[in-house]
T-cell receptor, first 114, second 116 residues
């Protein structure tokens, strides 16, 4: 089945540690995205990538980093510079150049900083 | 920059009745796309319905339909014959038509509860 997988589902981190969230898609989508979801805030874009080896900052990129070495993978690293990392993180992917370029989402990762 | 506003944080509907969720947006563009996503308690985001700005006809998907008012920059979602499984958070989203831009701008969401 085609889709987007995120791992792990739950992640706990101690303050001061970097942590990497995994996102993989087998939909052959060109574009991938990372969102952060906080209560009452909706989804906010962290980073996105429209092609391998290239990515752009979203609205809240500070304290995060990404890479796009393969079309299928777009890992997100939450660094120790992120002041309030506890949140729900969603990865998405989409085609480019079609009419809607609608985004499909993974199941999410809940990150908790202890 | 575009903004999306969902001013009602919570709504409730009786099972089998109809409910309308409001969404307004701000843009200077003439071509764009609008979406409604559903997030049930599992937190999996699901696309409910989509609308192209240049199409005057309102989109419909089974029990879900939209009222798209381009001049008013309004994009409301109507759910008919509400079911218990419709209980979820609903997000309105905007996408620009500019170039290959595929970014979505989301509203803050509305929590819909369905009373049996």
């Amino acid at each position: 089945d085609g889709g987007i997988t995120q791992s792990p589902k739950y992640l706990f981190r101690k303050e001061g540690q970097n942590v990497t969230l995994s996102c993989e898609q087998n939909l052959n989508h060109d574009a991938m995205y990372w969102y952060r979801q906080d209560p009452g805030q909706g989804l906010r874009l962290i980073y996105y990538s429209q092609i391998v080896n290239d990515f752009q900052k979203g609205d809240i990129a500070e304290g995060y980093s990404v890479s796009r070495e393969k079309k299928e993978s777009f890992p997100l690293t939450v660094t120790s510079a992120q002041k309030n990392p506890t949140a729900f993180y969603l990865c998405a992917s989409s085609t480019l150049g079609t009419r809607y370029n609608e985004q499909f989402f993974g199941p999410g990762t809940r990150l908790t900083v202890l | 920059a575009q903004t999306v506003t969902q001013s009602q944080p919570e709504m409730s509907v009786q099972e089998a009745e109809t409910v309308t969720l409001s969404c307004t947006y701000d843009t200077s563009e003439s071509d764009y796309y609008l979406f409604w996503y559903k997030q049930p308690p599992s937190r999996q985001m699901i696309l409910v319905i989509r609308q192209e700005a240049y199409k005057q006809q309102n989109a419909t998907e089974n029990r879900f339909s939209v009222n798209f008012q381009k001049a008013a920059k309004s994009f409301s979602l109507k759910i008919s014959d509400s079911q218990l499984g419709d209980a979820a958070m609903y997000f309105c989203a905007y996408r620009s038509e500019t170039g290959a831009n595929s970014k979505l701008t989301f509203g803050k969401g509305i929590t819909l509860s369905v009373r049996p």
